[in-house]
């Protein structure tokens, strides 16, 4: 059981580059989400899935977009990169329910230029 | 929208002193609350929970009580070890969506 998993560690982009950060997790869990951490600012809510082909905004969306085609997998793309998205990523996962525990990735540190 | 605050840091403490953490929250319904744990070059860590008032969330040696009166979820550890240096966040859930307090960073030394 590898819980929640991100690739790529580090990444480096020029401003006006697209990527996508992978997010994947195998504990069958419907609620995805993916925050960006940033000094002195805790973690805000990006973009979140509560199901298979279901997504939606969180607090910071702009400049960011979510699919979600299966249920182990959650990618978040950059669409052109800008410093101002230069953080760290974090993709969490949950069953439903208030009460319940978000598992967090590793994380995914991205500089951009 | 639901908030939390959580006291401002860096903490610097030496081995075996008493940890406080301030945290305090606002939100409309009956949120569960969490502390979280950051390690250096790490993802978060569930550290406790608590999901209704008055109940208590512990581990590790840590303990935070949900008071709804004074809507507050304060992190204590009476003896702190250098393995404890770590930035930890309180944060709430109100269904599916957690809200984050700044974090902050705790340093023991030896």
């Known amino acids: 059981n590898a819980g929640v998993t991100q690739t790529p560690k580090f990444q480096v982009l020029k401003t006006g580059q697209s990527m996508t950060l992978q997010c994947a997790q195998d504990?069958?869990?419907?609620?995805m989400s993916w925050y960006r951490q940033d000094p002195g600012m805790g973690l805000r809510l990006i973009h979140y899935?509560?199901?298979?082909?279901?997504?939606d905004q969180g607090e910071v969306p702009n400049g960011y977009n979510v699919s979600r085609s299966t249920t182990e997998d959650f990618p978040l793309r950059l669409l052109s990169a800008a410093p101002s998205q230069t953080s760290v990523y974090f993709c969490?996962?949950?069953?439903?329910?208030?009460?319940?525990?978000?598992?967090f990735g590793p994380g995914t540190r991205l500089l951009v230029l | 929208g639901d908030s939390v605050t959580q006291m401002e840091g860096p903490v610097t403490l030496s081995e075996e002193a008493f940890l406080t953490i301030n945290c305090t929250y606002t939100?409309?319904?009956?949120?569960?609350l969490f502390w979280y744990v950051q390690y250096p070059g790490e993802g978060l860590q569930l550290l406790l929970k608590?999901?209704?008032?008055?109940d208590k969330g512990s581990n590790k040696g840590f303990e935070a009580t949900y008071r709804k009166e004074t809507t507050s979820f304060h992190l204590e550890k009476g003896s702190v070890q250098v393995s404890d240096s770590a930035v930890y966040f309180c944060?709430?859930?109100?269904?599916?969506?957690?809200?984050f307090g700044a974090g902050t960073t705790v340093t023991v030394r030896a």
């Open positions: 969490a996962s949950r069953t439903p329910g208030p009460q319940e525990t978000q598992y």
């Open positions: 504990m069958n869990h419907e609620y």
């Open positions: 899935s509560v199901g298979a082909g279901i997504t």
């Open positions: 939100a409309t319904g009956y949120p569960s």
């Open positions: 608590a999901t209704k008032a008055d």
């Open positions: 944060a709430l859930s109100d269904d599916y969506k957690l809200s």
